[in-house]
């Protein structure tokens, strides 16, 4: 499975920014979607997630602010951020589960800067 991340890039506190992962390669495999993000200095951490059945989860910080969502069809996720704020400025990671084995793949970071 490949992950191919858009979006992200430079936004005034109170903002949006909407990030897009499409999924490539073995894509019945896939399980669970979803995004993380790594901060400096700080661990890599969940912000949202989507399942095979369409149940979705966020981080405490982002409720309300952040919606995922999935296409199926096009084997895409989508993190829509709205009121953005100087603390979710982080590298955002897509990734995806293998429903059989439970790897984890992820895609290459992109860059989200919250100016305040």
């Known amino acids: 499975v490949q992950l191919q991340a858009y979006g992200g890039g430079l936004v005034q506190a109170g903002g949006f920014l909407a990030l897009s992962c499409t999924a490539s390669?073995?894509?019945?495999?896939?399980?669970?979607m979803g995004w993380y993000r790594q901060a400096p200095g700080k661990q890599r951490e969940l912000v949202a997630g989507?399942?095979?059945?369409?149940?979705?989860n966020y981080a405490d910080p982002v409720k309300g602010r952040f919606t995922i969502s999935r296409d199926y069809a096009k084997n895409t996720v989508t993190l829509q951020m709205n009121s953005l704020k100087a603390e979710d400025t982080a590298v955002y990671y897509c990734?995806?589960?293998?429903?059989?084995?439970?790897?984890?793949?992820w895609g290459r970071g992109t860059q989200v800067t919250v100016s305040s």
């Open positions: 390669g073995s894509i019945s495999s896939i399980n669970g």
């Open positions: 989507v399942g095979s059945s369409g149940g979705t």
């Open positions: 990734y995806a589960d293998n429903k059989r084995t439970g790897w984890r793949y």
